[in-house]
């Protein structure tokens, strides 16, 4: 049984006051609702602050990129030592880390490979552009990054995979819970040949994408999706606290 899971990805959004504002709204929301990991990911400034909030709920912190040295002369850049004393997951290889900061597969890879190490939870994303959707290249993309991305890994640890098609973030566009629930089923085929079959049912596989309380319940009703990692509906306390508790009843008995 895969736990389902709602991560929220604040982005660049929030200054440290308005996380303690917005974490302060879900506390006890999201702590009433035990059957889906609920996760917060807020910007590296804020992580100290939120997590002394959420200590003693059952909301866990997650970081938004990571570098993958342990340390030295890399100015700027937060280390997976540092994170491991703070939170549980990273989000690793968004589009958007992708798309503006130029981030290649070789250096997710070795993201991916740094958290580990230090015992973080990466939420690897994954996802195809529209140009590539349209020219039905969806299922190669998508082979590619799982490739290049977990080459050399061999224990998944806790890894959580997110399945975010590039044309659907932050566009209001969604995928369909049928298009979504097809291709994440497809990523669990490629980790199964890689893994082994009983790794793949593990694993918890998320769809991401203009995700909101409105269109929430389509993706969870999905028996391959196991949750969402939800960008700008993430920053509504009611939003997000909705689209948490969509997910906790539908998964229950689906
Ligand atoms: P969105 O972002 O929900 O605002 O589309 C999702 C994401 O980038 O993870």
Redesign the pocket.
């Known amino acids: 049984m895969r736990v389902p899971m709602i991560a929220g ?1 604040w982005k660049m959004n929030t200054t440290v006051s308005e996380a303690i504002e917005l974490v302060n709204e879900l506390r006890r929301g999201l702590d009433e609702i035990d059957n889906v990991d609920k996760v917060i990911c807020p910007p590296f400034v804020s992580l100290a602050t939120v997590r002394e909030l959420i200590r003693g709920s059952s909301i866990k912190l997650g970081a938004q990129n990571i570098y993958f040295e342990a340390k030295g002369a890399y100015t700027g850049e937060i280390s997976p030592l540092m994170l491991a004393d703070l939170c549980e997951f990273v989000i690793i290889g ?1 589009s958007e880390r992708r798309q503006y900061f130029n981030e290649t597969g070789e250096m997710i890879n070795k993201k991916v490979q740094a958290a580990l190490r230090a015992g973080l939870k990466p939420i690897l994303c994954i996802g195809e552009r529209l140009e590539e959707n349209e020219a039905g290249r969806t299922e190669e993309v998508i082979t590619e990054q799982l490739r290049s991305s977990l080459a050399g890994i061999e224990h998944l640890s806790g890894l959580v995979i997110a399945y ?1 098609p590039v044309w ?3 566009t209001g566009r969604a995928a369909t819970g049928k298009q979504a629930n097809k291709t994440i089923s497809f990523i669990r085929r490629i980790i199964s040949q890689k893994y082994g079959k009983e790794i793949a049912q593990d694993l918890r596989i998320l769809y ?4 909101t309380a409105d269109n929430a319940a389509e993706f969870m009703r999905q028996l391959e999706i196991d949750g969402a ?5 993430s920053l509504k306390a009611n939003e997000f606290l909705s689209i948490v508790k969509q997910t906790s009843e539908i998964k229950q008995v689906t």
Not at 208 to 211: D, F, K, L, T
Request: aromatic share 0%; no cysteine.
């Open positions: 990805n968004h975010e659907a973030i932050g991401g994408g203009s995700v990692l939800v960008g700008g509906a």
